[in-house]
């Protein structure tokens, strides 16, 4: 079963949600641990990066469950009964384990964690967690693959103090994990550049019921007020924009009509201008974003930038888009070097596209042709399902467990539109 087998059938119809965050769900997940006691999540994703995650948090000695509907229900334990670890199996996995550093620091005063792994399309350090947290107190080293943190130089661990961080640039990950370890850091911190993603603003919205305070979320300034002790709460995951992006680029591809019931528009606005300019047509509804396709998608250039910009997440979709509109489009990945590595598979499905270096130019054929090809990463891979759908022939996507990470039963929902997807 790690493979999608995707045959063309016609315009796509019907009501979808896109579910809860994974880039939330990840950070929120981590933020737990900032708190003695029993947490509540719920509109959590049943994904694999999720039960990655669950693993990692049970490692440090907090019990996780997951009970029907998206609730989950996380069990953090006292400070002295937690365990500051994670095995190099369990981060090696997934990237945004490095999240927990932050919240291990600042709980505990010490933590050792593995360099972490995750999706492979481009170098992406962590210096700046590292850095940012040093500025706070935090001492670091690095043997046999592990970083090691500590709060003070001698003597017990320490207390986090607050500082003033200037983020080299607007990392998500890191803004996060910079986030949560000032929250109960002693003092003031403020972080400048700071990343303004919806899902920031949903991680700052659950520490402030925790009994944070957190100003300016959503902006490139964070300011927070360190305390002494914070709470467990139950927080409802924000929506997955990208998801709600994939049945967008779906609809566009496929041509028909359909709602993404839970999509905000105010959290998409810079990619549904984008999508817009391709052709679709889309309106906000009471039920969330209405999308409706017909004809021929048009070309249009695209560069990624970070949010409210157009998110590299987005872009595999965009391409895919692109490879079949009327017309040349100019992409440019302003953020991760590695990120044409799909463009190979889409070339096997009769795409010209042409790479170098941050560019791509995509001049659009009428139609794809089906092949077997490999998903390399969450995104790419599901935007290789999205080919498929405007593909003469059969198309088989192969590695589809990448896909899982990110997405809970992407054929399933597919098919609920009037695609023909099966995992096989």
């Known amino acids: 079963m790690d493979r999608f087998v995707i045959q063309p059938d016609g315009p796509l119809n019907g009501t979808i949600r896109a579910g809860g965050a994974k880039n939330s769900a990840l950070k929120l997940m981590a933020a737990c641990l900032l708190a003695e006691g029993r947490h509540e999540l719920s509109n959590v994703p049943r ?5 990655m995650m669950a693993e990692v948090l049970e490692a440090v000695g907090a019990e996780v469950e997951r009970r029907d509907g998206g609730e989950l229900v996380i069990d953090v334990p006292a400070t002295e009964a937690m365990s500051p670890e994670v095995p190099y199996e369990l981060m090696e996995r997934m990237r945004a384990s490095i999240v927990v550093l932050g919240p291990l620091l600042a709980r505990c005063g ?5 360099m972490p792994g995750g999706d492979d399309f481009g170098n992406r350090p962590i210096d700046i967690h590292l850095n940012g947290l040093g500025s706070m107190g935090a001492h670091f080293s690095t043997s046999h693959g592990y970083v090691e943190g500590r709060v003070g130089e001698t003597g017990a661990p320490g207390r986090l103090v607050g500082s003033r961080l200037v983020l080299e640039y607007p990392s998500h990950t ?3 994990n910079l986030l949560m370890a000032a929250v109960l850091a002693k003092g003031t911190t403020v972080i400048e550049n700071a990343a303004r993603e919806p899902e920031v603003c949903d991680l700052a919205r659950m520490l402030t019921a925790m009994g944070a305070t957190v100003r300016g979320a959503g902006t490139s300034r964070l300011e927070v007020e360190g305390v002494g002790e914070l709470f467990p709460t139950r927080h409802a995951v924000v929506p997955d924009r990208v998801v709600a992006a994939t049945y ?3 609809v566009g591809l496929a041509g028909g009509e359909i709602v993404v019931q839970d999509a905000r528009h105010d959290h998409m606005e810079m990619l549904l201008r984008k999508l817009e300019s391709l052709g679709l047509r889309i309106e906000q509804c009471p039920e969330g974003l209405r999308a409706a396709m017909e004809g021929r998608l048009h070309s249009a250039d695209v560069a990624t930038l970070p949010y409210p910009g157009v998110a590299t997440d987005y872009k595999p979709l965009l391409v895919t888009m692109l490879s079949v509109a009327d017309g040349v489009g100019i992409v440019t990945e302003n953020l991760f070097s590695g990120r044409f590595r799909y463009v190979d598979e889409l070339r096997r499905m009769g ?4 790479t170098e270096g941050h560019h791509a130019v995509v001049r659009g054929v009428p139609r794809l042709s089906g092949a077997p090809v490999r998903a390399p990463d969450i995104r790419a891979g ?12 059969e198309t088989e996507v192969s590695d589809a467990h990448h896909v899982d990470r990110g997405y809970e039963d992407l054929a399933g929902a597919l098919r609920a539109l009037g695609a023909r997807v099966t995992r096989s």
């Open 174 to 176: 890191a803004t996060d």
């Open 47 to 51: 994904i694999i990066d999720v039960e």
């Open 351 to 354: 795409a010209d596209i042409r």
């Open 110 to 114: 010490n933590a050792r964690v593995s």
């Open 382 to 393: 599901a935007a290789l399902v999205l080919a498929g759908l405007v593909a003469e022939g």
């Open 248 to 250: 967008l680029a779906a």
